[in-house]
């Protein structure tokens, strides 16, 4: 059984940083797409990042150059460093894993999904 476990969420004031895992369990990440997208209350979820089996990265433009995914193979987990943080960055970021060879931007594709994990930005 496949399980994602989101970690590193939290408070932080505008202009900080905070670094989110998602550790993955039963699934090698090597072989999956994973990508991460955050959901803020009242708003739909949005794309955030993806990262290709292969190491393509991709990004929503608003987040390109604040945020980085990348994945440590080893210790089957990706990471979201998230810098220059916003307060309108405020939502529950989700982790997901996907199959597929493209379309990563949708939320449809993924086959697996975390809990989340709160990100709070304050001003």
């Known amino acids: 059984q496949v399980q994602l476990v989101e970690s590193g969420g939290g408070l932080v004031q505008a202009g900080g940083s905070l670094r989110l895992s998602c550790a993955a369990s039963g699934r090698a990440l090597n072989r999956y797409a994973m990508g991460w997208f955050r959901q803020a209350p009242g708003k739909e979820r949005e794309f955030v990042a993806a990262?290709?089996?292969?190491?393509?990265?991709y990004y929503t433009d608003s987040m390109k150059g604040r945020f980085t995914i990348s994945r440590d193979n080893a210790k089957n987990t990706v990471y979201l460093q998230m810098n220059s943080l916003k307060p309108e960055d405020t939502a529950v970021y989700y982790c997901?894993?996907?199959?597929?060879?493209?379309?990563?931007?949708?939320?449809?594709?993924?086959?697996?999904w975390g809990q989340g994990t709160q990100v709070t930005v304050s001003s």
């Open positions: 997901a894993s996907s199959f597929a060879s493209g379309g990563y931007t949708q939320h449809t594709v993924y086959d697996y």
């Open positions: 990262i290709s089996w292969s190491g393509a990265r």
